[in-house]
């Protein structure tokens, strides 16, 4: 059987959770408010997230209709779909090793997808590998 050149390998985990650090990946729109909003026309741009920062720093920028992605509640509660305050919850209890020093943010809903095939996925794959998570979760708006 012939694998798709987008397949994704399987890459089985030989590590417990609880000796895992965890990077966040999020196509959710989430980005400080000191950050440059995401261009809400077509954005190939992600941004790093400092694996310190505080809940309150973040705000949503996202082109999707409203009636799609209403940014609203992720801007009360940026938990909802950037968990770094579960993420931490989690690794206080021993749940997980830890939380990355960094996270990564950029805005779905771009139909720039050769762009984001042949160069942003690829520069956010690096950014994963020397962040030296042993996982990342994967979140959407």
């Known amino acids: 059987m012939e694998m798709s050149r987008k397949a994704i390998p399987y890459t089985p985990n030989t590590l417990a959770l609880k000796d ?18 995401f261009n809400t026309e077509g954005d190939i741009s992600y941004r790093v997230i400092p694996g310190d920062v505080k809940a309150e720093d973040f705000t ?3 082109g999707a209709p409203k009636e799609h992605y209403n940014t609203d509640e992720p801007k009360k509660d ?4 950037f968990p770094i305050d579960r993420l931490r919850e989690l690794a206080a209890e021993g749940f997980i090793q830890g939380v990355a020093e ?3 943010s950029m805005m779905g809903y771009s139909m720039r997808l050769n762009q984001i095939n042949t160069e942003t ?5 690096k950014e994963v590998t020397r962040s030296k998570a042993d996982a990342v979760i994967l979140t959407a708006g």
């Open 102 to 104: 960094k996270h990564i």
């Open 60 to 62: 949503v920028t996202h």
């Open 121 to 125: 996925a690829p520069a956010i794959a």
């Open 20 to 37: 895992m650090t965890i990077m966040i990946v999020s196509t959710a729109g989430a980005h400080l408010k000191d950050q440059e909003p």
């Open 78 to 81: 940026i938990n909802c779909i």
